[in-house]
């Protein structure tokens, strides 16, 4: 009987699968975000530019009327750090503020989804290594969730702004849980090491 039923649920998976466009599939992997290539040639003949679209799916406008499968929007928010206009992204890049819209509109969350967009947001802007976003991510490191304080740490850590240095060190001393401790303590380290800007 449960082969059965594997056998049903991955014929439903292949069949939804083949229902999808082009970007949806290549959006829906599983174990990493996809690349700028690959992304750019599922949207190749469809009229839609890929970071609008991207951009459109990461800030799901409105969650009745027009929502987003949920991994789709994880990897879209992932894949906006891949189509910043230049390196390292700059503050008014449409990708980063796509990206900071998410953390705005996630950033009371304390659980289901929308703690998983948060974090992904926050890292995202990690990837983005825009200096100023050392203060939007502060707020983070007090959040309930330990996985997004992890996340915040790490983020903070990749910006390399030494401004994020005291109150990184005040949320190590407040801070319970072994795996934020663990991020905090790296992220101060590297913190020390960088120049400031």
């Known amino acids: 009987m449960k082969l059965i039923v594997l056998i049903l649920v991955v014929t439903a998976a292949v069949a939804s699968a083949t229902d999808n466009t082009d970007y949806q599939a290549v959006l829906t992997t599983i174990d990493a975000v996809p690349t700028k290539p690959q992304i750019d040639q599922a949207f190749d003949g469809t009229g839609m530019q890929p970071l609008d679209t991207l951009r459109d799916l990461a800030i799901e406008p409105d969650p009745v009327t027009s929502p987003v499968d949920p991994g789709i929007r994880l990897r879209a928010i992932h894949a906006l750090a891949k189509y910043c206009t230049s390196a390292p992204c700059a503050s008014t890049d449409p990708a980063h503020q796509a990206v900071i819209t998410v953390l705005q509109q ?11 967009f948060l974090r992904a947001a926050i890292e995202t802007l990690g990837l983005m290594k825009v200096s100023s976003d050392v203060t939007p991510l502060l707020d983070q490191l007090n959040h309930p969730s330990r996985d997004v304080r992890a996340a915040t740490a790490r983020a903070l850590r990749d910006l390399c702004n030494p401004q994020a240095i005291l109150p990184l060190r005040a949320r190590y001393s407040s801070e319970t849980t072994d795996q934020v401790k663990l991020a905090i303590s790296e992220a101060l380290r590297i913190l020390g090491q960088c120049q400031p800007n």
């Open 106 to 116: 996630t950033q009371n969350a304390t659980s289901g989804k929308d703690v998983l």
